[in-house]
């Protein structure tokens, strides 16, 4: 069988179950002694080697495996934990994580066997004097599971055998082969039932050769079966070694077995067997979760757990989710953006009919529609949201071992990890941050003596804060170092000739500080490959332009810096008003907008000949989209202006449009690559009557 | 310019192996010349519709148009090859290319006429020494009842100038 399909289960829960270590690792280094998190640890590991064993893919079980050891003798309080263990853990997550990213971009593990790494988990062992009871543990397994165990009442009695496969089952016996009777229990909370018995059935084909299943093969594809099935092996392997084939799959709360009894019964005396005679319990290797390799009864860890048979019980409450295609939700997304565009097509159909004759139940049923279109749009956004927890749980390791390198004490603070954003953004976001994160580590914080002369505590603080701000999501990344030491950046950008000392001059801090943000420019005096290579804050910048948002710096010398992230919440379709230039139509979007006004032309002053208005006690330059759009103007110069207030931090301006059409819900879409080079234009919407208007984005034009 | 001679030999040597094969080519008119467009890459083919102008781009580049609900962008055949701009007559048609690199791209092109076979045999590859002006964007001439149509070069044609 084909374990190619299940690839990218195995990949995404692989992910899932190192960013679990990542994060209980660090707990660990910070509490030691916690018992669930130890059981957590382990539980992930367990799953890792289980996974990656039956995926074959023996490098990474290897590791895994010995990873597991020394967790396995951490829980039994054989070794207790020591910071030289946490980074040599940490060495090993590194080094699975280079597996799994072989195993994504080529399916293969590669041919790094870490052999150093496992040395040193061996190292710990033994340091631990744990080796004898290491030795204890597989073979108390081993005396739990061959237990004698005969049958009577069990599933696999009830199987229904026929002639043939009797005679198989007669043949394989002459051959000195066993025959067991299995019984897997999937847990509960298993989404992907099929693919989990899959994994099952070729992880007990391995080991021996399942002749009958009930239900069958295809069925359980199909996962046209509750909870258990039920299989019949032949095997030369002892019955342990077929359960614990099974048990190696994650998500399998136990495999229960015998060996069959068939010898001197008639097929028909199997089927007849009566379910009631229960005599003995057949052998059973308890397997809470998916945890079970090394059952340490004398330790207190095991008291606090529960009982074997109610699984889920000890873990977190896992939300019932479906892993979709992002294509699938995109399609959706693409219906949804079409059903809009056909509403919007009805609305503007029936206002034109309403000069004739108004209807009114027609109109009724247009309104209907909307409230409709519009609900079913927000909960297809919804289904897109995910929350940014996935991007920055990685972040206290990053710092953990920023601290390290840069022998620089500090510590992460992150609220607001629940937060939701789109998908796409999300997927986008992780870089950007990760640089500030960095940016605010390495130059902002200051050395631990110049801290200690300003009277600063010895641990330097990075927080990230997310939250929710109306249409937006704001992320901000604060450190209490030194902050941004302008007239540095005046003087280095005076240097680099980025600016003459004119320039300079007349330039406030603000914009001393955004120069920050152009192509390389960075005011590190060394640099490190933590940041500081100049490739950075604009990449930064371009990237959360590229996603609709906007980054901010504030910053206080000696007090610290703060950046803030401003995203749109949802990309896909936005408020926009609708405006008319020249004799084209354009949208403008409704969150940059601040106010319309009505200007005569006589209160259009000139500064440096620039055209600006006075608007409550404001002055506002004027930008005439006629000429920034090369259109003629329809207007005569003697009427009154049109005039768009737009906003983008604190500056304003005032775009000069001809006509206004009024607010619309549109659908953004792509103009595609070929037309990207056009700056102000951020894309186009297909309009009611199918034709295209294109979307300005104000914030270019101030 | 230099990407043209980069893939410009790609269709016809993939033919000449296999010489008793024919490739099916649209023809188009541009004024009075009949070009042929491989018709693996043609998407669909439209009536001439609004297309609405983005500001800032090249001539060539007449604007977007929506076709079933995706913005393509639609380019003038004729000022890409350096001839007269368009002239829209009742004939003017979309023809809807699906490029490799730009995804679906529209061209305007005077009329579409038919479409036809072509004996490998009758494809005649064009010596790549003329690096500029239209001749760039052909790469074969093939001979139709007695009628010589220019190949055009797909690769080549959509990309920058």
């Not at chain 1, 097509?345 to 009114?360: D, F, K, W, Y």
């Not at chain 1, 997310?466 to 937006?472: E, F, I, S």
Request: net charge negative; glycine share 6%.
């Amino acid at each position: 069988m084909d374990v190619s399909q299940y690839l990218e289960i195995f990949l995404d829960e692989t992910k899932e179950h190192l960013q679990n270590l990542n994060t209980r690792i660090l707990e660990l280094e910070s509490d030691p002694e916690n018992a669930d998190t130890i059981n957590e640890i382990f539980r992930a590991a367990h799953s890792l080697k289980g996974m990656a064993g039956t995926m074959g893919y023996k490098r990474m079980q290897n590791l895994t495996h010995d990873m597991e050891n020394v967790f396995s003798e951490v829980r039994n309080g054989t070794i207790r934990v020591m910071p030289e263990m946490i980074d040599v853990l940490f060495q090993c997550l590194d080094a699975l994580e280079e597996y799994t990213e072989n195993i994504q971009a080529s399916a293969d593990e590669g041919t790094n066997d870490n052999e150093a790494l496992i040395r040193q988990l061996n190292d710990i062992l033994n340091g631990g004097a744990a080796s004898q009871s290491q030795e204890q543990a597989p073979a108390k397994t081993e005396e739990a599971a061959s237990q004698p165990a005969p049958s009577g009442g069990n599933k696999w009695d009830s199987i229904r055998l026929d002639s043939s496969q009797i005679a198989v089952i007669q043949e394989a016996r002459n051959q000195g082969k066993k025959v067991y009777g299995v019984n897997v229990m999937v847990q509960e909370s298993c989404i992907l039932k099929a693919a989990r018995a899959f994994l099952v059935f070729k992880a007990v084909e391995e080991v021996g050769e399942i002749i009958v299943s009930d239900p069958s093969a295809q069925d359980v594809e199909d996962e046209k079966f509750d909870r258990d099935f039920t299989l019949i092996v032949l095997s030369d392997a002892e019955l342990e070694t077929v359960l614990h084939a099974a048990e190696s799959v994650s998500e399998i709360e136990k495999a229960t077995g015998a060996p069959l009894v068939l010898e001197n019964n008639t097929s028909a005396e199997t089927e007849e067997a009566p379910e009631s005679i229960k005599t003995e319990k057949p052998a059973e290797q308890s397997a809470p979760e998916t945890e079970k390799a090394a059952p340490a009864p004398a330790v207190p860890v095991q008291a606090a757990k529960p009982d074997g048979r109610k699984p889920a019980v000890s873990k977190p409450v896992v939300n019932r989710t479906v892993r979709v295609d992002i294509e699938k939700l995109d399609a959706l997304m693409n219906l949804v953006s079409e059903l809009i565009i056909a509403k919007n097509s009805l609305v503007s159909a029936s206002s034109q009919e309403q000069t004739g004759g108004s209807n009114s139940s027609f109109n009724e049923q247009i309104e209907y529609l909307e409230s409709v279109t519009t609900n079913l749009h927000e909960s297809v956004m919804k289904v897109r949201m995910v929350p940014i927890e996935s991007v920055v749980n990685k972040f206290p390791r990053m710092i953990r071992d920023l601290s390290k390198k840069l022998d620089k004490k500090m510590e992460l603070y992150m609220t607001g990890e629940e937060t939701e954003l789109d998908r796409t953004v999300v997927d986008e976001i992780g870089d950007p941050l990760m640089h500030l994160l960095r940016n605010s580590a390495d130059h902002g914080l200051e050395s631990a003596e110049v801290r200690a002369q300003r009277g600063k505590p010895a641990v330097g603080s990075i927080f990230l804060d997310a939250y929710q701000d109306g249409n937006n999501v704001v992320i901000e990344v604060r450190d209490d170092g030194n902050g941004i030491d302008v007239e540095a950046v005046r003087e280095k950008a005076i240097e680099r000739g980025t600016i003459t000392p004119e320039q300079a001059a007349n330039m406030t801090d603000k914009d001393i500080i955004d120069l920050l943000f152009l192509p390389s420019f960075s005011t590190a005096k060394k640099v490190t490959d933590v940041s500081g290579r100049g490739v950075g804050l604009d990449v930064v910048k371009s990237k959360i332009e590229s996603l609709s948002g906007e980054v901010e710096v504030k910053s206080k010398l000696g007090e610290g810096s703060t950046w803030t992230i401003r995203l749109p919440l949802t990309l896909a379709i936005i408020q926009a008003l609708m405006v008319v230039v020249g004799d084209e139509k354009y949208a403008i979007s409704l969150g940059s907008i601040q106010t319309l006004e009505d200007i005569p032309p006589s209160e259009i002053k000139l500064v440096q000949n620039k055209e600006v208005i006075h608007l409550r006690g404001n002055v506002i330059p004027l930008i005439r989209l006629n000429q920034v759009l090369d259109v003629e103007s329809k207007r005569s110069e003697d009427e009154n202006l049109i005039v768009v207030i737009v906003k983008k931090g604190d500056k304003t301006a005032g775009l000069v449009i001809d006509e206004l059409i009024g607010q619309q819900e549109i659908v953004i879409k792509s103009l595609g690559k070929y037309v990207k080079q056009c700056k102000f234009i951020s894309g186009a919407t297909i309009l009611g009557d199918g034709e295209i208007a294109l979307i300005l984005d104000a914030n270019a034009l101030i | 310019m230099e990407l043209s001679t980069k893939f410009g030999s790609q269709v016809p040597d993939d033919e000449n192996k296999r010489s008793s094969e024919t490739m099916q080519y649209i023809v188009i008119r541009l004024g009075e010349e009949q070009y042929g467009i491989d018709i693996r890459n043609i998407e669909t083919i439209t009536r001439m519709q609004h297309v609405t102008r983005v500001p800032k781009m090249p001539a060539y580049l007449k604007g977007v148009i929506n076709l079933r609900g995706v913005v393509i962008p639609v380019l003038s055949m004729r000022l890409r090859m350096n001839l007269e701009a368009d002239e829209i007559t009742k004939s003017t048609r979309i023809l809807v290319l699906n490029l490799e690199q730009e995804g679906n791209v529209g061209f305007i092109v005077d009329e579409v006429k038919e479409v036809v076979s072509l004996n490998v045999d009758d494809i005649e590859k064009i010596a790549e020494n003329n690096k500029e002006g239209k001749a760039s964007l052909i790469n074969a001439v093939g001979k139709h009842n007695g009628e010589l149509i220019s190949l055009v070069d797909l690769n080549a044609i959509s990309l920058e100038g």
